[in-house]
């Protein structure tokens, strides 16, 4: 067997039903899905037998650990040549299979990865969101772009890699956080090859709000300070950005709160008119990003009202992250706290 599309699920049955129901229609046949129910309270049992007839399908419930946990529990049950993790939020193109089996026979690595996109069905609070993930304005575009400041790693939404390195790298680990990026360190650090496939995309819902998106990047910054203890040299400038933002985007909102306190109640003209002056400048950077966010957005998305959304996004997206990152420096750099110490709420919920 070719492929094996490991999924694992934790109480998302619709989401699974729209995946499934894109890959019972691929063009590429050679393939089983391996869906795993990580101790979901509303299991997507019955979703999965609607489609048993309708591709090798094989449904596991195991108790709640994680999504590396689950991942790795439905290799263990897989039987194709390679994996291919998908996350259940994700929907294929009919051609997705058929791209990565084109791509496979012109590259020659052992783990790779695609990008993501929006549907058109999306809301458009989360094509705004997909945007400020994807965008160059925000991540670089280093999250499954054609173009990156840094080089490409396999995440866990679009990730495939051979069975049996898979197996002799013993899969995800138990992080909290960032597991898919560990896991690609790992694979690179054996001497492994990696790529990106452009060509085997996925839409990828990702969060329907910005409080939970909020908490989705929040977390991202936390494994990045995690992943840098584990593997060493990892963090690049690229990865600091973020709270380069987040500390500039204080920075302005002081300067603006002191200019508007010497311009309500300066003690004379020029110290009003200063106070002025620094609610201008203050606003200026931040009026700048916001106008390049709109018009890119915009543009790309082909509406207004999506480019009116991105703004909120691009700064929940990098305050996000940079907060998260702050904090997890703070615990594990400068109070030496351990991972597991540092943060012991499960992410995973």
């Known amino acids: 067997m070719r492929y094996s599309v490991v999924i694992p699920v934790y109480n998302r049955p619709d989401e699974l039903d729209e995946l499934l129901g894109s890959l019972s229609s691929q063009s590429e046949k050679d393939f089983e899905v391996v869906v795993v129910e990580d101790g979901s309270t509303l299991t997507a049992e019955k979703v999965c037998e609607k489609y048993s007839d309708k591709m090798n399908l094989r449904y596991f419930f195991?108790?709640?650990?994680?999504?590396?946990?689950?991942?790795?529990?439905?290799?263990?049950?897989?039987?194709?040549?390679?994996?291919?993790?998908?996350?259940?939020?994700?929907v294929l193109p009919d051609g997705y299979l058929e791209a990565v089996t084109k791509e496979i026979y012109e590259h020659d690595c052992d783990a790779f990865g695609g990008p993501d996109a929006a549907h058109d069905s999306f809301t458009d609070t989360q094509k705004a969101i997909s945007y400020s993930m994807t965008s160059f304005f925000t991540t670089g575009g280093i999250r499954g772009g054609k173009k990156k400041l840094d080089k490409f790693y396999p995440r866990s939404f679009n990730m495939g890699i051979r069975r049996d390195v898979y197996q002799e790298l013993n899969g995800f680990s138990k992080m909290r956080f960032g597991e898919d990026i560990d896991f690609s360190y790992r694979i690179v650090e054996a001497g492994y090859g990696t790529c990106l496939f452009p060509t085997a995309w996925v839409w990828h819902k990702r969060r329907t709000d910005f409080r939970k998106f909020f908490r989705q990047v929040y977390n991202s910054g936390i494994a990045r300070i995690n992943l840098s203890k584990r593997h060493p040299g990892t963090l690049k400038i690229v990865h600091l950005l973020p709270m380069v933002f987040t500390v500039g985007v204080i920075a302005l909102v002081l300067l603006f709160a002191v200019g508007l306190l010497l311009a309500s109640f300066g003690i004379n003209h020029m110290s009003k008119a200063f106070g002025t002056a620094m609610c201008q400048l203050s606003l200026l950077p931040l009026l700048l990003y916001s106008v390049i966010i709109f018009i890119d957005s915009s543009t790309k998305n082909k509406s207004i009202h999506v480019g009116l959304l991105s703004i909120p996004a691009a700064f929940v997206q990098l305050m996000g992250y940079g907060l998260g990152f702050i904090e997890s420096w703070w615990k594990r750099c400068v109070r030496g706290q351990d991972e597991f110490q540092a943060f012991e709420q499960t992410f995973y919920k």
């Open 62 to 90: 195991k108790e709640n650990g994680g999504p590396g946990p689950a991942r790795n529990y439905g290799v263990e049950k897989a039987e194709g040549e390679f994996v291919i993790i998908l996350d259940s939020d994700c």
